[in-house]
């Protein structure tokens, strides 16, 4: 079993930057492939905000698009989201996901979602 517990959300003003960390962690040995966060906004639906491939190659929403910088550590099974110029309708429940294979099957995990509100 493999879990992802993110962190580093908060409250921030417009403008303003945050920036959250997705752990992996496991009982065994796995392997992460691609990676991502979504977020989820109060009566709206879950929405992709950005993916990365285990090889690096980056994917993001239209709407983060030159705000946000998604990165990972391979070798300490991390990945990260740099928010930059941060909006009020950036405010979403934020989750950590990955497509990961461990002992002999691929699986989509889930965070538990980290909360992120931009308000002045």
């Known amino acids: 079993q493999v879990q992802l517990v993110e962190s580093g959300g908060g409250l921030v003003q417009p403008g303003g930057s945050l920036r959250l960390s997705c752990a992996a962690s496991g009982r065994s040995i796995f392997i992460a492939n691609t990676m991502g966060w979504y977020r989820q906004a109060p009566g709206k639906e879950r929405e992709l905000v950005a993916t990365?491939?285990?090889?690096?190659?980056?994917n993001y929403a239209d709407s983060v698009k030159g705000r946000f910088t998604i990165s990972r550590d391979n070798a300490k099974n991390m990945m990260y989201l740099q928010m930059n110029s941060l909006k009020p309708e950036d405010t979403a429940v934020y989750y950590c996901t990955g497509r990961i294979l461990s002992g002999a099957s691929t699986s989509d995990y889930w965070g538990q979602g980290t909360q992120v509100t931009v308000s002045s």
């Open positions: 990365i491939a285990r090889d690096g190659s980056r």
